[in-house]
C-alpha cells in the first residue's frame, strides 16, 4: 500500500537558518503530493503540493519538488521565522488526482527560536 | 479558515457511552472525508462520501463506527460503545470530485473516553 516516511523530530532552528524537511513515498500510479501544516492551536492547512513529477510547489517562502527518481518531496526554505513554528505534515493521495484519500506521514515538529 | 467547521469541538465521555460528531462543510465540497489523528502521528482516513453515497471506508473503521451524510451537506460520524482506545482527534476534510484534489480540513473535535 502507499505510505509516507518524514525524518524524525523535533526540529529546533534559529531565526534566518535554512530548513529542510525531508520526505520519501511509496505509492502505485501516479500520487499528488502534499504538506499541510499544524500551527499552534489551528487545524491543518495547505501548505503546497505538486501533482506530477519535476512540479515545484511553492508557497509562503517554503518549496519542493516532486522527485519521481527518488520518490521523495523535501520541503524547504532559505529563511525561517518564529511564525514557522509549526508541525509539518507529508502527505500523498491516490486515484492520480481524483481526489480520493491522503496518507500522511507522521509529522515533524519545528521550532523557531529568535 | 478553510470554510469546514467542525462540532463539538471537544467531547470528554466515559467507556462505553455513544458519541456523535458533526461536520459541515462548504457547499461546493461534494466529497467529505473524516480522519483520525492521535498523538505523534499523521491523520488515519477512516471514510469518505462523494455527495450522499458513502465510497469508501478504511480496516480501521469498525463496526462501532458509522458514518452518515443524508443529504450529501454535513456529515455526522457515531462511535458506539466507546473505548479507551477511541481517543483521538477527529478530522473532517472537504474536497471536490473535479479539478484540484486539495482537501480543505476542518478544525477536528477531540475525544477523550474515560
Known amino acids: 500500500g502507499n505510505s509516507v516516511t518524514q525524518m524524525e523530530g523535533p526540529v529546533t532552528l534559529s531565526e534566518e537558518a535554512f530548513l529542510t524537511i525531508n520526505c520519501t513515498y511509496t505509492?502505485?500510479?501516479?500520487?499528488?503530493l502534499f504538506w499541510y501544516v499544524q500551527y499552534p492551536g489551528e487545524g491543518l492547512q495547505l501548505l503546497l503540493k505538486?501533482?506530477?513529477?519535476?512540479d515545484k510547489g511553492s508557497n509562503k517562502g517554503f518549496e519542493a519538488t516532486y522527485r519521481k527518481e527518488t520518490t521523495s518531496f523535501h520541503l524547504e526554505k532559505g529563511s525561517v521565522q518564529v511564525s514557522d513554528s509549526a508541525v509539518y505534515f507529508c502527505?500523498?493521495?491516490?486515484?492520480?488526482?481524483?481526489?480520493?484519500?491522503?496518507?500522511f506521514g507522521k509529522g515533524i515538529t519545528l521550532s523557531v527560536r529568535p | 479558515d478553510t470554510g469546514v467547521s467542525q462540532n463539538p469541538r471537544h467531547k470528554i465521555t466515559k467507556r462505553g457511552q455513544n458519541v456523535t460528531f458533526r461536520c459541515d462543510p462548504i457547499s461546493e465540497h461534494n466529497r467529505l472525508y473524516w480522519y483520525r489523528q492521535t498523538l505523534g502521528q499523521g491523520p488515519e482516513f477512516l471514510t469518505y462520501?462523494?455527495?450522499?453515497?458513502?465510497?469508501?471506508k478504511s480496516r480501521l473503521l469498525s463496526d462501532r463506527f458509522s458514518a452518515e451524510r443524508p443529504k450529501g451537506s454535513f456529515s455526522t460520524l457515531e462511535i458506539q460503545r466507546t473505548e479507551q482506545g477511541d481517543s483521538a482527534m477527529y478530522l473532517c476534510a472537504g474536497g471536490t470530485s473535479s479539478g484540484t484534489d486539495t482537501q480543505y480540513f476542518g478544525p477536528g473535535t477531540r475525544l477523550t473516553v474515560l
Open positions: 505538486a501533482t506530477k513529477a519535476d
Open positions: 502527505a500523498l493521495s491516490d486515484g492520480g488526482g481524483a481526489n480520493s484519500k491522503l496518507t
Open positions: 505509492a502505485t500510479g501516479y500520487p499528488s
Open positions: 462520501f462523494q455527495n450522499e453515497a458513502q465510497l469508501e
